[in-house]
């Protein structure tokens, strides 16, 4: 069992910049990938960046390239992801999540456990 906390979410005026965290309990977290997920309203669960927790290789969606960057601190169990540049369009729900390492990471498929997100709302 995977336990996933997001927290760091909040209203941010256009242009600013928020940090999000992710705490992470249950288990070891080497061979696991994770990232991040957005949903909007109406919209389906986005992704938004993932790492892997061994070799802390990131991955961007095409939402986050050039303004977000995601990182880990395994001594810690922490991950994070770092918002630049923040549009309108960048709110939602931010969702943690964690996988068993495979091919692919851009996929909702691709996780076994999420949190229970956490508000990014940004105001124009």
């Known amino acids: 069992q995977v336990t996933l906390v997001e927290s760091g979410g909040g209203l941010v005026q256009a242009g600013g910049s928020l940090s999000l965290s992710c705490a992470a309990s249950?288990?070891?977290?080497?061979?696991?990938?994770m990232g991040w997920f957005r949903q909007a309203p109406g919209k389906e669960r986005e992704f938004v960046a993932a790492?892997?927790?061994?070799?802390?290789?990131?991955y961007y969606g095409d939402s986050a390239k050039g303004r977000f960057t995601i990182a880990r601190d395994n001594a810690k169990n922490m991950m994070y992801l770092q918002m630049n540049r923040l549009k309108p369009e960048d709110t939602a729900v931010y969702y943690c999540a964690a996988g068993v390492q495979g091919n692919t990471v851009v996929g909702v498929s691709d996780y076994d456990y999420w949190g229970q997100g956490t508000q990014v709302t940004v105001s124009s």
């Open positions: 790492i892997s927790w061994s070799y802390g290789s990131p």
């Open positions: 249950g288990r070891t977290f080497s061979s696991y990938v």
